[in-house]
């Protein structure tokens, strides 16, 4: 049985919002001055960033008038941008209570508070009813979900018919040993990768529609090629705002051999765009 609360922990940092607060003052900003998009370093956990999460978003078609759902939303930065960007509400929803508490203070900090509700739960369970959400997405948090029928299940529930959900997230591509640790496990036994035709048949055997799938290998070794020698570690001083606040003191580590393990072809982020029949 998966243990929820390791999981959990793994993520947590216990000091979070206090560490992105001395990181806004050194970019000589305040809560009440701070923006999204200066924020996004630190809050968009995934390859690729806000650009990422904008190419994933923009296949989707989202309306003023929809509600959407961030599955595993982190500290909520993909929230953020939606709600700013479309207009529409949201809900997100993750395992880790740290990060709902820092991302519903940042939500205050920027003004979208009224627009987003970020809530503390497990996506295979969630306290929702039947078809409330027009669209869902999902960014780099099937890696930490060993069942993605039963994830795939449960997102279809919460979905209205014809909905859209969108997913963008690190997927195996050979059965290379990989190696740990990476951002989303320390070792091989938080890590639940699984190939794109896993995920296109849990998807497919619940009643979605697969629409599109685009595999962003490029586009993550294209970006690793103008960060790599960026990336906070010995003789480089971290920035006031990034994602080593989040990875803690292994970023460095972390982050190189997700990068070298796309590179030698073991796995690699990919969208897929399915809709719900």
């Not at 994933?56 to 759902?69: G, H, K, P, Y």
């Not at 529930?157 to 690190?170: C, E, N, T």
């Not at 460095?252 to 029949?277: D, S, T, V, Y």
Request: glycine letters at 10%; one cysteine or more; a negative charge.
């Amino acid at each position: 049985m998966i243990n929820l609360d390791s999981i959990a922990r793994d993520y947590t940092q216990g000091n979070l919002l206090n560490a992105i607060l001395a990181g806004v003052e050194k970019i000589g900003k305040t809560p009440e001055t701070v923006t999204s998009d200066d924020l996004s370093p630190v809050d968009e956990f995934h390859v690729g960033g806000r650009l990422a999460t904008r190419l994933l978003l923009d296949q989707m078609i989202i309306s003023t008038d929809d509600r959407v759902l961030d599955v595993g939303c982190g500290i909520g930065g993909a929230s953020r941008f939606t709600a700013q960007a479309f207009g529409c509400q949201v809900i997100g929803v993750d395992l880790t209570a740290e990060f709902i508490e820092v991302g519903n203070a940042l939500c205050r900090w920027v003004g979208l508070d009224s627009r987003i509700h970020l809530l503390q739960g497990n996506v295979l369970a969630l306290d929702c009813p039947n078809d409330t959400f027009d669209k869902a997405f999902m960014i780099h948090v099937g890696m930490n979900i060993i069942d993605k029928t039963a994830l795939a299940t449960e997102i279809g529930r919460v979905l209205k018919p014809g909905a859209i959900f969108g997913i963008y997230d690190i997927m195996r591509t050979s059965d290379t040993k990989l190696d740990f640790p990476v951002p989303w496990a320390t070792t091989a036994e938080g890590s639940f990768l699984a190939s794109l035709e896993s995920y296109k048949n849990a998807l497919t055997q619940v009643g979605f529609e697969i629409v599109n799938e685009r595999n962003r290998r490029d586009f993550a070794l294209e970006l690793y090629g103008r960060i790599k020698n960026t990336v906070p570690g010995k003789g480089r001083e971290s920035p006031p705002l990034g994602l080593h606040l989040i990875m803690g003191a292994e970023a460095q580590i972390k982050i190189r051999n997700m990068f070298e393990n796309i590179e030698q072809g073991c796995i690699a982020p990919i969208e897929l765009i399915a809709q719900k029949r």
